[in-house]
């Protein structure tokens, strides 16, 4: 019988830990999106500026 109290106890203690993980991500996931805008943005700057000193390689 106490083990069974002890299983239970961890149940509780993980779903415990789902239930706060599952309140903050959202919070997680709205937070990054204007992070992950920054980066692509800054990615697309990236390959333009690669595509143009590529095509001045190829011209030289």
Not at 38 to 48: F, H, P, Y
Request: include cysteine.
């Amino acid at each position: 019988m106490e083990d069974m109290v002890g299983l239970m106890m961890v149940m509780w203690l993980a779903v415990a830990v789902v239930v706060v993980l599952w309140i903050c991500m959202p919070f997680a996931i709205f937070g990054t999106k204007p992070l992950l805008r920054a980066l692509i943005a800054e990615q697309k700057k990236t390959n333009e500026l690669l595509a143009a000193a590529a095509t001045r390689k190829a011209d030289a």
